[in-house]
């Protein structure tokens, strides 16, 4: 719905008349007006911002803007002085949020306009996911598009009237207004007649309200019927011969390949199979690309072509923790060695860049940053980039295997493989102010094995060339200035961390990611948790002496939904993985402050923030899954895996209840909610429970594990529990015992076997099997 301001009586549409910003304009134009007018700021005395220990924050503490943080404080300034609120959302990798601090919060005279006639909020979008997404509503209600930076005014009371995204300094190109204009303009009319804005907020309020509402429906869908249109439809938008499911920008967009791997799970014939290629082949070329840092490891957020080449540099931990698990589900169905590969790549550029000593990780790096120190501006990339001649002054005096061709060196192989060429490889108009001019972003357009065949070597010898070069570019890339570090944890993100490690240390069999995923719990435990209320905290923030010193602020940002939903999965990941009975009852006490806390209990599903914040004038509820799954999808999911583990059938209840909301949805677009239809998928099948009873130090009782957990069901959401029936613990002492007194009565059976596997579905179990061989094909028969 687009909202019209003049049916409300504001005339910002009628005094901007003239003004008009098209959607379709290009990165390259809007580039171009970003750049022209940067002002650089002097140091000021720090705002209120100085406070806050968001690194987003403390980077506009300085500004020349009077800022205050999102606080009961700055609210009732407004009030008192009887002000427009202007409010400003980002987050500290934005790149555009850099270029309006720039241009606008930086300069002086629009610094004056503002503090005179403004009270001037700054959040962190990342702290404050629940008004960023209430106000993003809006701006995407009237605009049909959002974005960072938002920018939004709003009466005293909270109610939006004008808002957009990023704004030039002054009216230019294409007819878009200046932000100069539209706050001299919004301060005139809200001087002349006050009433009327507050009467449009209150209309605007009303109209998002309304539109905010979900339908309920009367039943679950089909999840057979939304499984086979959510696949329709991204077969429809999949690209064949590069992958992915757009054309440029591209995104990973790890909620639908989650989707394609469980539909080709539960599926057969020729559609399953294009699933699992549709996924594999996109995995492929974007580990080819130079989305993914070849260098220094993981992925960027996003390419600006339709190659994977040319990325948006900043790289977000959600995205590392997504791709890290759905590497980990590729190669569980194909065993390709390549995806096992870069499961660990991402797992090792989590730990080395974005872990912090106390267990928990930090949540992003920024695109930005200074070609070398003592520049005086930063640059899109600079910091991953790399010259024709700096590779060959670099390995230029590696010595050459005897294979060699007379005249061919490590540098003429290792430019060939990653496509470096002497005037750069970046398209002109992937980079409109020639940022990357002679450079390269490094993309592999073959593969090692025609590498290694073009030059006559053999394929271990030239992986091991290539593991030499990339280790000297990675030492050089170290001694050059690092981009900046958003050193915030959240526990959402956390969370899906938690998820990527416990998942890859099942598969790959690696206990150390066991081990990371543990230490990250108990992070979020000490760190994100108030064991006296059982909730859990937002985010807290790295200290400042280096040693894995954890901070936070004076009052700390209460969890939010997708903290909650996140975290559990991470904990039943997790608890599968080490089978440590503390994580999934953990799990269960989380789900149960959810519950409290978010769920609507007149029309199912979870809003994202809790009751009682009168700042928050609508509780919204996540119905799309992008860059970060919904946390309803996730929850469903949850919801289903503990009803089985700790039989709770009103989870049950609930899951069914939250797709009974989504019901319009994901019967008519399931592509907008691919994690959801996922779930539905899980719903439907009921989650299949392996019970392995016998003692932990059984070699059988580990093999029916292993055969468990790496089955391809257990993709879909499948509870493995192994149970010491033989020697319980006292009473009491174990939590699924006292949830399950079944458990007990399961024990091996059969003579000389220490250990057996129990299937179960819909309460019922099979008889016990001895061996890993009978166990597969009770799971194949399912």
Not at 197 to 222: D, H, R, T, W
Not at 238 to 254: M, R, T
Not at 633 to 649: M, Q
Request: charged share 25%; hydrophobic share 35%; net charge negative.
């Amino acid at each position: 719905m687009l909202l019209k301001f003049a049916s409300f009586g504001v005339k910002v549409g009628s005094l901007l008349k003239n003004f008009s910003f098209h959607p379709q304009h290009t990165a390259r134009l809007l580039k171009k007006m970003a750049h022209s007018s940067i002002t650089s700021g002097s140091k000021h005395d720090p705002n209120q911002l100085i406070k806050s220990k968001s690194p987003y924050l403390l980077q506009h503490a300085y500004n020349p803007v009077n800022w205050y943080p999102w606080s009961e404080e700055a609210l009732k300034k407004a009030k008192e002085e009887n002000k427009l609120i202007f409010l400003s959302v980002g987050y500290s990798t934005c790149h555009w949020c850099h270029v309006m601090e720039k241009e606008s919060f930086e300069n002086e005279d629009i610094a004056a306009v503002m503090n005179e006639n403004f009270i001037n909020i700054k959040v962190d979008r990342e702290e404050r996911p629940d008004v960023d997404k209430m106000y993003m509503s809006f701006v995407q209600a009237i605009s049909g598009r959002g974005g960072w930076p938002m920018s939004v005014w709003m009466t005293p009371e909270l109610k939006p009237v004008y808002g957009g995204t990023y704004y030039p300094p002054d009216d230019r190109y294409y007819g878009q207004p200046g932000f100069t204009t539209i706050l001299k303009s919004l301060d005139q009319q809200w001087k002349e007649n006050p009433q009327k804005f507050k009467k449009s907020g209150e209309s605007i309020m009303a109209a998002l309200a309304q539109a905010a509402l979900i339908g309920k429906g009367n039943q679950v869908p089909s999840a057979s019927e939304c499984g086979n249109l959510c696949f329709k439809q991204l077969r429809r938008s999949y690209e064949p011969k590069l992958g992915g499911f757009s054309e440029a920008p591209k995104f990973p967009q790890p909620v639908n390949m989650n989707f394609l791997l469980r539909w080709h799970v539960l599926n057969k014939g020729s559609d399953a199979d294009l699933a699992l290629d549709m996924c594999a082949h996109t995995l492929h070329m974007m580990a080819k690309g130079g989305i993914f840092d070849h260098v220094s490891l993981g992925f960027a957020r996003y390419s600006t072509d339709e190659k994977w080449h040319v990325p948006h540099f900043e790289k977000m931990l959600y995205d590392q923790a997504q791709l890290a698990s759905v590497y980990t589900d590729a190669y569980l169905l194909t065993k390709d060695g390549d995806f096992a590969r870069i499961v660990s790549d991402i797992l090792s550029y989590v730990s080395n860049d974005l872990s912090d000593p106390s267990g928990g990780f930090y949540s992003a790096e920024d695109a930005d940053s200074y070609p070398e120190a003592g520049s005086k501006e930063k640059r899109e990339g600079a910091f991953c980039v790399w010259t024709h001649k700096e590779i060959q002054s670099l390995l230029g005096a590696q010595p050459v295997p005897p294979e060699f061709s007379a005249g061919v060196t490590v540098s003429d192989i290792v430019c060939y493989h990653f496509d470096i060429r002497p005037n750069g490889n970046v398209d002109p108009y992937q980079d409109p102010h020639d940022e990357l001019k002679g450079q390269n972003v490094l993309i592999v357009r073959g593969s090692e094995e025609e590498t290694a065949a073009k030059f006559g070597l053999s394929l271990d010898v030239f992986r091991q060339l290539l593991k030499t070069a990339l280790s000297t570019m990675r030492e050089a890339r170290q001694r050059r200035p690092r981009p900046h570090l958003d050193d915030k944890m959240l526990a959402s993100w956390n969370g899906l961390m938690i998820s990527a490690f416990a998942k890859a240390g099942t598969v790959l069999m690696e206990d150390t990611y066991v081990e990371r995923a543990v230490k990250a719990a108990e992070f979020v435990r000490q760190h994100l948790f108030d064991q006296q209320s059982g909730r859990l905290f937002r985010s807290c923030y790295r200290g400042g002496d280096g040693q894995g010193a954890v901070s936070q602020i004076d009052e700390p940002i209460a969890g939010f939904l997708d903290d909650y939903a996140f975290v559990v999965r991470g904990l039943l990941d997790l608890y599968t993985a080490c089978q440590d009975e503390k994580w999934i009852q953990w799990a269960d006490e989380l789900q149960q402050k959810q519950d409290d806390l978010f769920w609507d209990a007149s029309q199912g599903g979870y809003f994202t923030s809790p009751a009682g914040d009168t700042s928050i004038l609508i509780r919204l509820k996540e119905e799309q899954d992008g860059a970060e799954p919904s946390a309803n999808s996730i929850a469903v999911g949850n919801l289903e895996r503990l009803a089985i583990a700790v039989d709770r059938s009103d989870y049950h209840d609930k899951a069914e209840q939250t797709l009974c909301l989504f019901q319009d949805r994901l019967a008519k677009i399931p592509l907008s909610l691919p994690e959801m239809a996922s779930a539905l998928l899980l719903y439907e099948e009921s989650p299949t429970e392996v019970v392995i009873v016998g003692p932990r130090s059984s070699d059988l009782g580990h093999q029916l594990y292993r055969e468990a957990v790496t089955h391809q069901r257990s993709l879909l959401g499948q509870v493995v529990i192994r149970f010491d029936s033989c020697r319980p613990p006292q009473d009491g002492a174990s939590f699924l015992a006292s949830r399950r007194p079944s458990l007990v009565a399961m024990k091996p059976a059969k003579m000389g076997c220490d250990a057996a596997a129990y299937l179960c579905r819909n309460r019922s179990c099979s008889a016990p099997v001895y061996s890993p061989e009978d166990l597969r094909q009770l799971l194949n028969s399912q």
